[in-house]
């Protein structure tokens, strides 16, 4: 089946700086990725996703860029701020696959530092 | 507010008593996803809908849990003679569409068996 490996636990960053947070996944048929962020008590929030037939998307603040050879996903956020601390987990789906739950990775806790 | 909600945010039970949590999704969202979250982990994916049809449960859904969508709409998940294992933030999300779309998270039911 599926995994989604995780980076970094933790990251910690200054305010204003960019943030780049990693995520590997194992099964080369997904081909949809999605990017959440997780505030305390709260549900996933979406921020971005891509689909295996592109390699870079962008968004406000943030970029999602794919790299299919070594089954590699990464989100830039530029300029971090307060409000981005919380903890962001990468979600993969083979489509093709018949199942269409999202399996997720352990998740990476930004922390900003003022 | 348009996003998905969840019922009711907490619960507190004694072990091997049953409970019921219920899901709205956004509004014409056709699918449904029922997800188990644990400290420090990422989502796990336990069942969908696609509009009444439950079309796939996980491993990760014993024979305690049983989840209906009975008119396409709402879904209830519930977990009979609980296990302090079963202590999770459950999330569910919706999505619209036929193929892997976004799914939108609500805020989650913490449940904690005693």
């Known amino acids: 089946g599926e995994s989604v490996g995780l980076h970094l636990p933790t990251l910690s960053v200054q305010e204003g700086d960019n943030s780049i947070i990693n995520c590997a996944y194992s099964?080369?048929?997904?081909?949809?990725f999605i990017w959440y962020k997780q505030e305390s008590g709260k549900g996933p929030q979406f921020i971005i996703d891509?689909?295996?037939?592109?390699d870079k998307r962008q968004g406000q603040r943030v970029t999602v860029l794919l790299n299919k050879t070594v089954k590699h996903l990464s989100l830039q956020i530029a300029a971090t701020q307060p409000g981005d601390s919380a903890v962001y987990f990468c979600?993969?789906?083979?489509?093709?696959?018949?199942?269409?739950?999202?399996?997720f990775g352990k998740g990476t806790h930004l922390i900003i530092q003022p | 507010d348009t996003g998905v909600s969840q019922n009711p945010r907490h619960k507190i039970t004694k072990r091997g008593q049953n409970v019921t949590f219920r899901c709205d999704p956004i509004?014409?969202?056709?699918?449904l996803y029922w997800y188990r979250q644990t400290l420090g982990q990422g989502p796990e994916f336990l069942t969908y809908?696609?509009?009444?049809?439950?079309?796939?449960k996980s491993r990760l859904l014993s024979d305690r849990f049983s989840a209906e969508r009975p008119k396409g709409s709402f879904s209830t998940l519930e977990i009979q003679r609980t296990e302090q294992g079963d202590s999770a933030m459950y999330l569910c999300?919706?999505?619209f569409g036929q193929g892997p779309e976004t799914q939108y998270f609500g805020p989650g039911t913490r449940l904690l068996v005693l």
């Open positions: 999300a919706s999505s």
């Open positions: 099964n080369s048929a997904s081909d949809y």
């Open positions: 891509i689909r295996s037939n592109m």
């Open positions: 979600a993969v789906l083979d489509s093709g696959g018949g199942a269409d739950g999202l399996t």
């Open positions: 509004s014409e969202h056709n699918r």
């Open positions: 809908f696609q509009n009444e049809a439950q079309l796939e």
